[in-house]
């Protein structure tokens, strides 16, 4: 398939109800693994890539090294990849620009562009509506159907049991439409998982909600909407568990 193909296909992935179950990936050989298993397409974690290789997370991978990632991760699959692409690698929005330009003469559908910012806290809104809009510009101009993937560290950031402040869901809601509105194509909500509140999410607009889950079952999610399950670091943790785990039961 053509790179228009794999972007078209990746969006028709995304069924409310029917979630993309993404475990997400660090290299070519977790790459080919997850394909093997069954998956119908691909997702990095930055926060695995970076352990993976010994750097932290939140973009202190340099950003040739991510390409290069990418590359080796496409040359083994030819299943829809798409790139936890962190905060963008660019603060301004000209070097967003130039590095979603890189990014879109890769192989990658999709990624993910968060409005966490590295000290800690979120992105004012209309920024990050701005940065959005920029990747969406860029996008349009060379590759039409990439899925950006808009990230909101809201739920993230806060704890559970503040996951039903009404507060909190109205702010989420309002990016959302506002995310949604700049060019994304996709509701990002790590750390949440109360189904009461994803529901009211799936509800706000049509925009396939992705949630990043644990060990519990999935069928909740996909009874409150959600189009698109992802693991975040989890199947790289239990990858280095099984790895400790094999090595202890031999030393």
């Not at 509701?187 to 990043?212: C, K, S, T, W, Y």
Request: proline residues 4%.
């Amino acid at each position: 398939m053509t790179k228009a193909d794999l972007c078209a296909h990746f969006h028709w992935l995304h069924r409310p109800g029917h979630p993309l179950v993404l475990p997400n990936i660090w290299d070519a050989g977790s790459a080919t693994a997850v394909a093997d298993a069954g998956g119908n397409a691909l997702a990095t974690s930055s926060w695995a890539v970076a352990a993976a290789h010994g750097f932290g997370d939140g973009e202190d991978v340099p950003l040739a090294f991510v390409i290069a990632n990418l590359g080796r991760i496409a040359a083994v699959s030819r299943l829809p990849v798409t790139l936890d692409f962190e905060r963008g690698y660019g603060e301004s929005i000209q070097e967003l620009k130039t590095s979603f330009g890189e990014l879109l003469a890769t192989c990658a559908v999709g990624c993910n562009l968060e409005d966490g910012l590295r000290g800690g806290g979120v992105r004012p809104m209309q920024d990050q509506v701005s940065r959005i809009g920029a990747a969406r510009e860029v996008a349009n101009s060379s590759a039409p159907g990439f899925f950006i993937n808009a990230r909101t560290d809201l739920f993230l950031q806060a704890s559970s049991e503040e996951h039903s402040d009404e507060e909190l869901v109205s702010e989420a809601v309002e990016r959302l439409r506002a995310y949604k509105r700049a060019g994304a194509d996709g509701f990002f909500v790590p750390g949440l998982n109360n189904p009461l509140v994803l529901r009211r999410l799936v509800q706000a607009d049509e925009i396939p909600i992705n949630v990043m889950a644990g060990d519990e079952a999935l069928g909740e999610y996909a009874q409150a909407g959600v189009a698109r399950i992802s693991f975040g670091p989890l199947t790289y943790l239990k990858a280095i568990a099984a790895s400790a785990a094999f090595a202890a039961e031999r030393l």
